[in-house]
């Protein structure tokens, strides 16, 4: 498993502040988005290049923020990841298959478009949370 621990300036303790899970196959881009939720502030942003990784890395239990998943609806709807995502109670972000944003919304999840920006990802995670599938 590819787990990093990314915290804020002040070197917060490592449980401190929300727990941000990026599964992004593109280290480049995994690193912008970890740069981007470190600057919010004290947090855990770990990065993960597989649903493999991320299923196993569910079974710990722990309470999820907020999910960036390089993932399609159809995909993630027939995940094994879904469920345990839900009951942790992570804010799910799809990153690609814009197309679906609609239907994404409408289970209360988020579309984050490529490409996006640092302003769009504090935007998303400063709206209100929604309700879930």
């Not at 912008?32 to 004290?42: F, I, N, S, V």
């Not at 709807?77 to 298959?97: E, K, M, N, W």
């Amino acid at each position: 498993m590819n787990d990093r621990l990314i915290t804020s300036k002040n070197n917060a303790e490592p449980d401190a502040g929300p727990i941000f899970l990026v599964l992004e196959r593109d280290h480049l881009v995994a690193e912008d988005m970890l740069g981007t939720l470190r600057h919010l502030g004290p947090c855990r942003a770990i990065h993960l290049s597989s649903p493999d990784e991320l299923f196993a890395y569910l079974q710990d239990g722990i309470q999820i923020s907020a999910a960036f998943l390089e993932m399609r609806l159809a995909q993630l709807i027939d995940s094994p990841i879904l469920q345990p995502l839900i009951d942790r109670g992570a804010r799910i972000v799809l990153t690609v298959g814009e197309d679906d944003a609609d239907r994404a919304e409408a289970q209360g999840w988020r579309m984050l478009a490529r490409p996006f920006t640092d302003l769009m990802i504090r935007d998303i995670l400063a709206e209100s949370p929604k309700a879930t599938a």
